[in-house]
């Protein structure tokens, strides 16, 4: 499937700011902040993520595919336009995870180019603009596979994270205590000066119980939740394109 509109596959991609479009980035430059990602919705929980967001008054990155897990394309089905809209109006910062979540060192060029293409077709169609921010799939994008260069070709920035809070692995109930630890120890840590972490949206356990967990110990050790642009110095002007064609938001 291929969202609707005109491509973007040949939209001018100057390389603006002070930000890496070289290297991978895993860690904040600010200081005293927890940079907070999601990866792989949005989904059925990423609403009550944003209520729980907006009572702590965190900003969050969330790192968004456009069909993935069977959800359906999220420009055109409810409730996901809504949800990205909310993203944007309460002041995080949407990126992209490509549209369906491949691996994007097993693609050849111009299917991993694709990937990022549609991605942005579809968030365009929701807000009217694209993102310079990505995270690949299974944090898999190395330069020998010829990823690194198609992403500096794109004009993305590519993030990682230096705190993995493990949400993905410990889903369950019995099991989320392990990522309570492992944040615990995190922001306990003598060493600790700023983090990069990654969760995800897509589950509950991480949405529910994990995150307001996190954040009171962010809150209690001073801390700020934050994007990972307010993370990394860069202006909110260098988070997203305009497209040169189709900017209509359905």
């Not at 009572?55 to 456009?66: D, L, V």
């Not at 694709?114 to 330069?143: D, F």
């Amino acid at each position: 499937m291929t969202p609707a509109g005109a491509s973007t596959s040949t939209d001018p991609r100057p390389l603006t700011g002070a930000i890496s479009y070289d290297t991978d980035i895993s860690v904040c430059t600010k200081k005293k902040v927890v940079a907070l990602t999601y990866d792989d919705g949005p989904n059925a929980y990423t609403g009550q993520l944003l209520d729980i967001l907006k009572q702590y008054g965190y900003h969050a990155t969330f790192f968004i595919c456009g069909n993935n897990q069977g959800k359906g394309e999220i420009d055109v089905t409810a409730p996901y336009p809504a949800i990205v809209k909310r993203m944007i109006a309460e002041g995080h910062q949407v990126a992209s995870h490509t549209f369906s979540h491949y691996d994007l060192d097993d693609l050849p060029s111009d299917l991993r180019k694709q990937q990022m293409v549609k991605n942005e077709r579809a968030i365009t169609n929701i807000i009217g603009k694209y993102p310079t921010y990505m995270r690949p799939p299974y944090s898999k994008c190395t330069a020998e596979s010829g990823c690194q260069a198609d992403m500096k070709a794109l004009g993305y920035h590519r993030i990682y994270f230096d705190l993995d809070t493990g949400d993905f692995q410990n889903p369950l109930p019995s099991q989320i205590s392990v990522s309570k630890n492992i944040v615990k120890d995190a922001l306990t840590s003598p060493n600790a000066q700023d983090y990069l972490a990654i969760q995800h949206d897509v589950v509950e356990q991480s949405v529910t119980n994990l995150s307001p967990y996190f954040y009171d110990r962010i809150k209690a050790k001073g801390w700020k939740g934050v994007t990972v642009g307010e993370c990394l110095g860069d202006p909110k002007v260098n988070w997203y394109r305009t497209p040169a064609r189709g900017k209509k938001v359905f």
